[in-house]
């Protein structure tokens, strides 16, 4: 019956964003579903290899060949390993058509990515949100750095951020516990680069652990990061934020919350006569069957590639092309963040230091190109991140392979080691784009997703001066020996897909307003990946948490105006 699967607002995906609008929602007092495609995930209860020792898993920890071979795709992912094979989505549970090339990424349970998702969280800078503009790509955001802002302390109040006041233009401070400290080699590189380059800074890596939880965290029933960098496995501690951890278990003790895992969305229901969308269409994946849920108002946080599916998909009368799409913008101008670069160098001296623990982050040097003008022969930049480590010495493993002697020259350390990478900021154009297959169907019978996304000539040119700056600021650092190394991944593996339903000025262009709602279709937010205008050189989820939380205080005062009903 209609009446007994009625809400005030329904909820489609529950990882980074999804638990934030449910947390939102209920704390507001409005009796939320959200509807999750994947298992139910408990915090602790099911984080089966949590405190397994290295000898308790097999392969080495590693995918089994047979495993490999039978998920090409999702079997790349560095975090995909035996002790976390769970919480990745299996190749053939959703195929996939790559017209080009695309390695998403997926996660379906309760939390999705959030359980496994890199931490890594900074503010967008005023730059990131003018660039598009200024420099004549993508269409205008309708937001600027001062109107989320305040929704960016909001958020990492709640979520526990560690880093430093560092005072950088490109990178804005925000609301830190104490940062995970740079080992010495770290320290002396970040030394000799601020001597060398007075414009670069080398900064503490910003993340969402707890160093040193304030009440907020104690009262989600979280402790303090243990430095152990299994975070993959879910994290039994709370140490780092997750939905699993955080936002739905707060959400849960409201009364307000109604969590329903193995709920697959079909599509969302536009009612022609009313004018507006009604509910969500739902084939629940252990019976097959197909239910309806009612709502006033509906987010979709589905993650970007598969909420632009369900858009897509949700077609009627009114929207023959997907919900909300009269611009014809829906599907295209998907980005993601240029991983192809890497560099590695070996590290003199400092044979006396060593460091503690596992730090679950690593400096950063943030954008230096184009950043309040253009000035290259690309546009926009990177952001480069580094880290500095010794291991065993493998002489000494060599050695000797058994007994006593063996044994104790396994705490011999070998040489420092530099490794850095690049994250760079893509262009978003109209034929890196997503649709649905005419003829091909997943087993719940929802259209499959056809991705059509490459990396461009503005992609080459950006990592390849990220090459030359970056071994030459290493080089500049002390380090000896650089080497670098084009990774030639495919797009999606950096998991940092966005667009398709971006946010902008004119209706005609875009698919959202400001405030992460549809133009045309004014009960319906994303505020995930898909709203996104642009990219950043920056990780993405801070930016989702807050836009989410900025969206849902908007929408329920519309709500309470009675212009959302």
């Known amino acids: 019956m209609k009446n007994d699967n009625n809400y005030d607002a329904i909820v489609i995906g529950s990882g980074i964003s999804g638990g934030w609008a ?8 409005l009796k939320t579903l959200v509807l999750e495609r994947g298992r139910d995930v408990k915090h602790i209860k099911d984080y089966p290899t949590a405190y397994q ?22 079997s790349k992912c560095y975090a995909n390993k035996e002790d976390a094979k769970h919480f990745f989505t299996p190749d053939d549970v959703q195929p996939y058509i790559q017209e080009q090339p695309f390695d998403w990424i997926r996660g379906y349970q309760v ?53 430093n006041l560092d005072g950088i233009e490109a990178m804005p401070d925000g609301e830190f516990l104490p940062p995970w400290e740079m080992n010495q080699v770290e320290l002396e590189i970040q030394r000799r680069i ?8 080398v900064i503490a890596g910003r993340c969402a652990h707890l160093t040193k939880p304030k009440q907020i965290h104690i009262d989600q029933g979280r402790g303090a990061c243990q430095a152990r960098n299994l975070c993959q496995r879910g994290c039994p501690f709370g140490g780092y934020f997750s939905s699993n951890a955080s936002t739905l278990p707060w959400a849960q003790k ?58 897509l998909n949700s077609i009627s009368d009114r929207f023959p092309q997907g919900i909300g799409n009269d611009s014809g913008v829906l599907g295209k101008y998907i980005a993601f963040h240029n991983y192809l670069g890497s560099i590695s160098a070996s590290y003199e001296g400092f044979e006396d230091s060593y460091y503690y623990g596992r730090r679950p982050t690593q400096p950063i040097i943030p954008n230096f190109r184009n950043v309040a003008k253009q000035e290259m022969d690309f ?34 350390l070998g040489d420092w080691h530099v490794g850095m990478m690049m994250q760079g900021e893509t262009i978003p154009q109209e034929k890196n784009h997503i649709r649905l297959s005419t003829d091909r169907k997943d087993r719940y019978g929802v259209p499959l ?19 030359q700056q970056g071994a030459e600021m290493l080089e500049a650092g002390g380090a000896k020996n650089i080497s670098i190394h084009n990774s030639g991944q495919n797009p999606g593996l950096d998991i940092h897909e966005m667009g398709g339903a971006r946010m902008g000025l004119d209706p005609k262009t875009s698919i959202l307003n400001k405030w992460n709602q549809m133009h045309h279709c004014t009960n319906v937010f994303v505020t995930d990946g898909a709203s996104m205008v642009s990219t950043g050189t920056q990780n993405p989820s801070l930016t989702y948490m807050a836009l989410t939380a900025r969206a849902v205080t908007y929408a329920v005062e519309q709500m309470k105006k009675g212009n959302i009903k």
């Open 22 to 29: 449910a947390k939102e929602f209920c704390e507001k007092g």
């Open 379 to 412: 546009l926009r930049g990177y952001a480069s991140f580094f880290g500095a480590s010794r291991g065993r010495s493998s002489a000494s493993q060599l050695a000797m392979q058994v007994g006593g002697d063996y044994k104790d020259q396994l705490s011999t």
């Open 111 to 163: 939390g999705g990515k959030s359980l496994t998702w890199a931490k890594q969280t900074q503010r967008w800078s005023p730059y990131d949100f003018e660039g598009p503009a200024r420099d004549g790509f993508a269409v205008d955001w309708p937001i600027r750095y001062a109107d989320i802002a305040p929704w960016y302390s909001y958020v990492e109040k709640f979520v526990g951020i560690s880093g």
């Open 53 to 74: 020792d290295p000898w308790q898993l097999g392969n080495n920890n590693q995918l089994t060949l047979k495993e490999q071979k039978e998920n090409p795709i999702a």
């Open 449 to 467: 997703v056809i991705t059509a996304i490459a990396y461009d000539e503005n992609d080459f040119k950006s990592r390849d001066d990220f090459f």
């Open 194 to 201: 601020h001597n060398s380059y007075p414009d670069r800074k």
């Open 254 to 311: 409201t009364g307000n919350l109604t969590l329903r895992p193995h709920a697959v969305v079909d599509s969302i229901i536009y009612d022609d006569q009313l004018g507006k969308a009604i509910g969500v269409r739902v084939i629940d994946a252990e019976t097959n069957k197909s239910m309806e849920f009612y709502a006033k108002v509906i987010f979709v946080n589905a993650s970007a590639i598969a909420t632009n599916q369900i858009l």
